[in-house]
C-alpha cells in the first residue's frame, strides 16, 4: 500500500497521470524509490485536471470552421448595424430593412441589458457583444485560432 499522507485519514493512491487522489481533491505525487507521497494543491489546478480537452480531428475542424467562420461574420456585422442603430432610437425596428438586424440579435441583447444598464442613456450592449464576436472569431477561426491550427495537423 502507498503510505499515508500526514492528517490525512483516507490513503493515497497513484493514477496513471501521476496524481494522488485524496477523495475530493487531487494531488501530484512525488515518486521516490520506495514511496509515493502527496503534496496538496489549490482548488484552480484541480479543476485544470479534470477539465477534458475535445480531441477534434482536422475533419471535424474544417467542418466547424465552414459554420462558425460565417457565423461570426453575420453577427460582427449585425451588432455593427445595432450599433449605429443605437444612435438613432426612433427607427421603426419592426419595417423591413432594420428587422433583419433586430430580430436576430435583440433576445441576446435582452438578456445583456439584464447585467449592463444603458450608461448614460447609451445601450452599451452591442459593443460588448461585437467585442466578444470579434475575440471568438480570433481564438477560433483567426489566423493563428485552435480550429484552423487543429485542421492543420497531421494525423
Known sequence: ???????????????????????PTASPCIL????IRCQPIDAASVLTQRLVVAD???ATAKLAIGFLGPFFS?????FIVRI????????????FPYVIAYAP???ILILTRKLIPPLGGVDVTP??????????????????GLLVLLSQQVS
Open 74 to 78: 453575420a453577427f460582427s456585422f449585425l
Open 32 to 35: 521516490s524509490d520506495a514511496s
Open 84 to 95: 449605429v442603430m443605437s444612435w438613432y432610437p426612433k427607427l421603426p425596428v419592426s419595417k
Open 56 to 58: 477534434i480531428d482536422a
Open 127 to 144: 459593443v460588448v457583444w461585437f467585442g466578444l464576436v470579434s475575440f471568438l472569431n480570433e481564438i477560433l477561426v483567426g489566423p493563428q
Open 1 to 23: 500500500m502507498f503510505p499515508r499522507k500526514e492528517n490525512q485519514s483516507r490513503w493515497c493512491r497513484a493514477t496513471r497521470f501521476s496524481t494522488c487522489s485524496l477523495g
Open 105 to 107: 440579435t435583440e433576445p
